[in-house]
């Protein structure tokens, strides 16, 4: 069984920036070997898929509200992905979860919910104005 793990969150100004993590755990699951990906929900709001990361050669995606402010990476050895929040506005404000999926679905639709198996318990991010 896989756990995932958040970190990282917080409560910052609009222009402040933090990072966030998620350790993967469980016998199999790697982040070299799976997609993974950063999903946000706020209060009556659906989840949105914000970046992910492929297997292999670590391609990123991410939703075009955040692109050019978030970067996602991650680390094999720590077996740990990181999303790096910059220019943080208070739109930006809600849950933040971590998701896993195979190499094989996350590549069908990288930032799509519904193909990811396996979600973290989510770190919240503020963001005041």
């Known amino acids: 069984q896989v756990q995932l793990v958040e970190s990282g969150g917080g409560s910052v100004q609009a222009g402040g920036s933090l990072r966030l993590s998620c350790v993967c755990s469980g016998s199999g699951y790697t982040v070299s070997s799976h997609f993974m990906a950063w999903f946000r929900q706020a209060p009556g709001k659906e989840r949105e898929g914000v970046a992910a990361?492929?297997?292999?050669?670590?391609?990123?995606y991410y939703a075009d509200s955040v692109k050019g402010r978030f970067t996602i990476s991650q680390d094999k050895a720590k077996n740990t992905v990181y999303l790096q929040m910059n220019s943080l506005k208070p739109e930006d404000a809600a849950m933040y979860y971590c998701?896993?999926?195979?190499?094989?679905?996350?590549?069908?639709?990288?930032?799509?919910?519904?193909?990811?198996?396996?979600w973290g318990q989510g770190t919240q991010v503020t963001v005041s104005s």
């Open positions: 990361i492929s297997p292999g050669d670590s391609s990123t």
């Open positions: 998701s896993l999926t195979s190499a094989f679905e996350g590549r069908l639709a990288p930032l799509t919910a519904g193909r990811y198996n396996y």
